[in-house]
């Protein structure tokens, strides 16, 4: 039997299993009402927020005005990734998971409650941006805790499985959010743009209350509880993972050029696009959201499944599929749109998240193994992030200027191929340690510096399973 598949084997401890169960389920339901939070501000900046909150624009600078603010989210979630991952690596993870949960709803709840221009002119902007940002630094302290609460309680053979369970969150909290507002979106008809959309958002505080519930009842990780024993707790770790591990950093964030960019292409300016930007299509926005569902309830079995498929095959060659795919996939997904056809514009856009999922299923453990576990929160969190600076945040904004300068939808696919060549790149520099227990891969020079200590067995993926 092969090194991989002898590693995936292995008996489990039943006390191991039972917690890394409740690990896996806190991390998911926590990780899906904080997206449905940060998720919520996605779908209903193009359908709401344009008009209500810069109603004097022209309806395209009115939609870019809206989707800045939109990037404000973005600029938060690297500063949130370092304070969190700073308090994560010195406290531990569970303690930075329910401060991020908590900021998340009250920046999603307060929402709710900001008034429009026609009450108190632009500062509802400016209230609207400052609460965005607090959501930025939640979902920042987010991610990293809740893939290493996942991937610490299990074994390194299965970490591509375990660690793609957080990231079954995204989906699900895109799909609970399109549901809901697509619900309050039918009852309040016309009032929607008044009322409606609001209500989504007042919502969030009790789904905040069961993530928190949830959450206070797991235990901290294996790792993290060594670390505290033998007092290996880095004092700062934000400092120290920069200053160390600057390369995986940048490739960490580089990787996911072509999954985060695209994603906020297929879930967040198709709205702008099909519902009016593209004059040949003019969908209703309930039409665009069932197609959006569908993509994120297919993301609940592919997400999943190249998580799993990269424990066998390796995280880079699994990832490096989903890129090139998602580079290619541009041009058929802007040109099957413009046909205009409802079956054709339903099926694209049902599947459009397809080859995102190729990268996001392995995406968490390949990140986070790329850190030792005394820096793995800070290390992981703000390579994640980094990358809503320079590709999530800034690609709802990039496509609408294309579309604007071309008004075709094709400057936007050579937009999305561009990313997914400089992240195919990144992870092929990337180092695969989908067969490493990372428990004991870490080993400490005479000079501080940790380095890798890479058994010569485990150093590339087994292909043959």
């Known amino acids: 039997m092969s090194t991989r598949a002898a590693a995936i084997a292995e008996p489990e401890d039943p006390e191991r299993t039972r917690h890394l169960r409740r690990a896996i389920i806190a991390s998911t339901v926590g990780t899906t009402i904080e997206w449905y939070d940060y998720f919520l501000y996605s779908t209903v900046t193009p359908l709401v927020f344009a008009g209500l909150f810069f109603p004097n624009s022209d309806p395209l600078t009115s939609q870019l005005n809206a989707f800045a603010v939109y990037f404000v989210g973005f600029v938060a979630r690297p500063i949130g990734a370092a304070i969190f991952g700073h308090y994560g690596d010195r406290i531990g993870r569970k303690a930075a998971l329910i401060a991020s949960l908590l900021l998340m709803g009250l920046g999603t709840f307060l929402v709710a409650l900001v008034p429009g221009y026609a009450s108190i002119g632009i500062a509802g902007g400016i209230i609207l941006s400052i609460l965005r940002f607090v959501q930025g630094i939640g979902v920042g302290g987010e991610w990293g805790g809740s893939v290493l609460l996942s991937m610490e309680w299990g074994r390194h053979g299965r970490r591509g499985f375990n660690a793609s369970w957080p990231q079954f969150g995204v989906p699900a909290g895109l799909l609970l959010a399109n549901v809901i507002v697509l619900a309050f979106s039918l009852i309040s008809g016309p009032d929607f743009v008044t ?28 790792i993290f509880q060594q670390l505290v024993a033998q007092e290996r707790v880095e004092r700062q770790p934000v400092v120290q993972v920069i200053k160390r591990h600057p390369g995986e950093i940048i490739l960490a964030a580089l990787a996911r050029m072509s999954e985060q960019a695209p994603f906020y292409i297929f879930t967040a300016f198709i709205f702008t696009y099909a519902v009016g930007a593209a004059p040949a299509l003019g969908f209703d926005r309930n039409f665009i959201l069932l197609p959006v569902m569908v993509a994120s309830i297919l993301g609940f079995i592919m997400i999943p499944l190249f998580g799993h498929l990269s424990d066998i095959y390796g995280r880079r060659p699994i990832y490096i599929i989903g890129a090139a795919l998602t580079g290619l996939f541009g041009f058929a997904y802007f040109g099957l749109l413009s046909t ?13 998240l397809i080859p995102h999922d190729m990268q996001y299923g392995p995406q968490a453990a390949m990140i986070a193994e790329s850190f030792p576990g005394r820096l793995r929160y800070s290390g992981a969190s703000i390579g994640y992030q980094l990358a809503s600076v320079f590709a999530g945040g800034p690609a709802p904004l990039i496509a609408v200027a294309l579309f604007a300068a071309f008004r075709s939808g094709t400057a936007v696919a050579f937009y999305i191929l561009a990313c997914a060549i400089i992240s195919i790149i ?16 870490y080993g400490e020079s005479e000079a501080g510096v940790w380095s890798p200590v890479e058994p010569a067995a485990a150093t590339a993926p087994n292909v043959s399973g």
Do not use: C, N, Q, Y
Not at 202 to 208: G, K, M, P
Not at 426 to 441: N, S, T, Y
């Open 340 to 352: 205009g056809i409802p079956v054709v514009v339903f099926l694209v856009i049902a599947t459009s």
């Open 195 to 222: 009322w409606g959309w609001r209500v989504p958002f007042l919502l969030s505080i009790i789904l905040v209350g069961v993530g928190l519930w949830i959450r206070l009842g797991i235990l901290e990780t294996p």
């Open 426 to 441: 990144a992870v092929a520099l990337m180092k695969e340690r989908a067969g490493v227990d990372i428990a004991h891969e």
